[in-house]
């Protein structure tokens, strides 16, 4: 197929419908966000073989559409909101309705053609979704106690019968983690090579297993920009600015710098890390972001070598 025949799908996603835009032929159309409406749509993008299928990630409601889509053997990619929005400016379109979005989806296909990456299974979805439920309630949890501040009596009352039913609550979503975990030899093994390297828990564990599983399979430069711990330049002529962190998934970011508090304390290589570069006058908080990154690196290393922690190597 030459390059003037190909042809690039983007969908955007709400609750209710999917607004799909096919470029170049210019259609544009809509269809019910439901197993009828997809089912549809899947026999008429099958039907023109598109070169690739772009969605934005919307909080979930792209997942149904993304797996039909991808069981048919097409190649779809989800990206996130803010690429698909700076595109959109970045080309001048400034409006915005959900047709707006499907063109500019479609227009994103054709010009960046971003990697088509596998969806994960039914069971590693169902993981992932414990894992930001559990994530959830501690939230709530937290919350409920601060609100707990200053109130009177009968309303510290209410308070704390709420915060003992989340905490049962939680105590429910951790269970059905670990039997999740137990059942699944894979997620057992990257269990206990994560939980092996000193500050290291198991609710960062299971969070790299359901949230970051590309760990291990691509190189220290791609996980540590994926994350968003690879410091970025800020550069133009002559200024020099400072380099920062920025994007990548913040939920496993932040994870695991709680992870590297730990690791600057009790783990043997990020300790003598973080306190070489305090010795050598670097800000406390620079220090323990570059010990994160080393933190990440390592593990991607173990990951990729299947091997548990090994103090005496650095990685």
């Given at each position: 197929m030459s390059e003037s025949e190909k042809q690039w799908v983007g969908i955007d996603v709400c609750q209710k419908y999917l607004d799909v835009y096919i470029r170049?032929?210019?259609?544009?159309?809509?269809?019910t966000n439901n197993k009828v409406g997809i089912s549809k749509l899947v026999q008429t993008l099958k039907k023109i073989q598109p070169e690739l299928i772009v969605i934005e990630a919307t909080g979930g409601m792209e997942i149904d559409v993304t797996v039909e889509l991808t069981t048919a053997e097409l190649a779809v990619a989800v990206i996130n909101p803010r690429q698909a929005r700076d595109f959109a400016k970045a080309t001048g379109q400034l409006a915005k309705t959900d047709a707006i979005d499907a063109k500019v989806l479609a227009h994103f296909a054709d010009a960046i053609r971003p990697e088509v990456r596998a969806i994960s299974d039914e069971s590693s979805r169902q993981l992932e979704d414990l894992v930001a439920r559990r994530r959830q309630i501690s939230d709530m949890i937290t919350a409920e106690k601060n609100r707990r501040r200053g109130k009177t009596n009968s309303v510290k009352t209410s308070i704390?019968?709420?915060v003992e039913w989340l905490e049962e609550q939680l105590k429910e979503i951790e269970s059905k983690i670990k039997s999740a975990i137990a059942v699944n030899p894979d997620w057992q093994q990257k269990m206990d090579l994560l939980t092996s390297v000193p500050g290291i828990g198991e609710i960062v564990a299971?969070?790299?297993i359901s949230s970051l599983p590309e760990l291990g399979k691509i190189s220290h430069k791609s996980i540590s920009y994926l994350v968003g711990v690879a410091p970025l330049n800020r550069d133009s002529g002559k200024f020099r600015g400072k380099r920062k962190i920025w994007g990548g998934r913040t939920k496993v970011r932040c994870l695991l710098y709680m992870a590297a508090l730990v690791a600057v304390r009790f783990n043997p290589i990020?300790?003598?890390f973080y306190e070489r570069l305090i010795s050598k006058g670097k800000l406390k908080k620079v220090a323990l972001t570059a010990s994160l990154h080393k933190l990440l690196i390592?593990?991607?290393?173990?990951m990729k070598q299947n091997s548990s922690w090994k103090p005496q190597a650095e990685s």
């Amino acid at each position: 197929m030459s390059e003037s025949e190909k042809q690039w799908v983007g969908i955007d996603v709400c609750q209710k419908y999917l607004d799909v835009y096919i470029r170049l032929s210019g259609k544009l159309f809509q269809v019910t966000n439901n197993k009828v409406g997809i089912s549809k749509l899947v026999q008429t993008l099958k039907k023109i073989q598109p070169e690739l299928i772009v969605i934005e990630a919307t909080g979930g409601m792209e997942i149904d559409v993304t797996v039909e889509l991808t069981t048919a053997e097409l190649a779809v990619a989800v990206i996130n909101p803010r690429q698909a929005r700076d595109f959109a400016k970045a080309t001048g379109q400034l409006a915005k309705t959900d047709a707006i979005d499907a063109k500019v989806l479609a227009h994103f296909a054709d010009a960046i053609r971003p990697e088509v990456r596998a969806i994960s299974d039914e069971s590693s979805r169902q993981l992932e979704d414990l894992v930001a439920r559990r994530r959830q309630i501690s939230d709530m949890i937290t919350a409920e106690k601060n609100r707990r501040r200053g109130k009177t009596n009968s309303v510290k009352t209410s308070i704390d019968e709420h915060v003992e039913w989340l905490e049962e609550q939680l105590k429910e979503i951790e269970s059905k983690i670990k039997s999740a975990i137990a059942v699944n030899p894979d997620w057992q093994q990257k269990m206990d090579l994560l939980t092996s390297v000193p500050g290291i828990g198991e609710i960062v564990a299971v969070t790299l297993i359901s949230s970051l599983p590309e760990l291990g399979k691509i190189s220290h430069k791609s996980i540590s920009y994926l994350v968003g711990v690879a410091p970025l330049n800020r550069d133009s002529g002559k200024f020099r600015g400072k380099r920062k962190i920025w994007g990548g998934r913040t939920k496993v970011r932040c994870l695991l710098y709680m992870a590297a508090l730990v690791a600057v304390r009790f783990n043997p290589i990020i300790k003598t890390f973080y306190e070489r570069l305090i010795s050598k006058g670097k800000l406390k908080k620079v220090a323990l972001t570059a010990s994160l990154h080393k933190l990440l690196i390592i593990l991607n290393a173990m990951m990729k070598q299947n091997s548990s922690w090994k103090p005496q190597a650095e990685s």
